[in-house]
T-cell receptor, first 113, second 114 residues
């Protein structure tokens, strides 16, 4: 049981490039989330999903897209990377809406130069 | 405008003593509060929570106190252990239907000295 896995662990992007951050959970959780944590700051919610085929915006969705075609996977797409997207990205999943039940992945560190 | 504030970026405590981490909030709509613990290169893990209908919640060595009139909460760790050394985030939410938004503080780095 791997929990929540994220790939890659670290990536450097040039301004204007695109990439997809992968997130997979093997706990059969319906709820999945993407957060970003900027240096010295708390986490902010980017997008969330309450089940396959259903996604919605969080606090900071601009510059990102998500899809949820299966229960297990919740990829985050960055289009036209900008230096402001330099951050650590955390994926999380939960079996209930309550945040106490959220399990976080180890994070993806992204540097946009 | 920061709605959840952790004004102490760091805290050092001797092993066996009490650690007190503080958190203030400004949004009166917040009615549920959580503390997370984060080790380097790992994701946060949920530690303890409290609803606004309570003023205290205890789980083993961890106790969270809520003072609604002051919009202040604190996490007490007694006794502190070296394994408690981590960054602690306070988070708040409005628990109404359809609400998934958590507002996090910037975190406090706790160092427990053996």
């Amino acid at each position: 049981n791997a929990g929540v896995t994220q790939t890659p662990k670290f990536r450097i992007l040039k301004i204007g490039q695109s990439m997809t951050l992968q997130c997979t959970q093997d706990m059969n959780h319906n709820y999945m989330y993407w957060y970003r944590q900027d240096p010295g700051m708390g986490l902010k919610l980017i997008y969330y999903s309450v089940g396959a085929g259903i996604t919605d915006k969080g606090e900071v969705p601009n510059g990102y897209n998500v899809s949820r075609s299966t229960t297990e996977d919740f990829p985050l797409r960055l289009e036209l990377a900008a230096p402001s997207q330099t951050s650590v990205y955390f994926c999380a999943s939960s079996y209930r809406r309550n945040q106490e039940t959220q399990y976080f992945g180890p994070g993806t560190r992204l540097l946009v130069l | 405008d920061q709605q959840v504030k952790q004004n102490s970026p760091s805290l050092s405590v001797q092993e066996g003593r009490i650690s007190i981490l503080n958190c203030d909030y400004t949004n009166s709509m917040f009615d549920y509060f959580l503390w997370y613990k984060k080790y380097p290169a790992e994701g946060p893990t949920f530690l303890i929570s409290i609803s606004s209908i309570k003023d205290k919640n205890e789980d083993g060595r961890f106790t969270v106190f809520l003072n609604k009139s002051a919009k202040h909460l604190s996490l007490h760790i007694v006794p502190s252990q070296p394994g408690d050394s981590a960054v602690y985030f306070c988070a708040a939410k409005y628990s109404g239907a359809g609400s998934y938004q958590l507002t996090f503080g910037k975190g406090t780095k706790l160092s427990v000295i053996p």
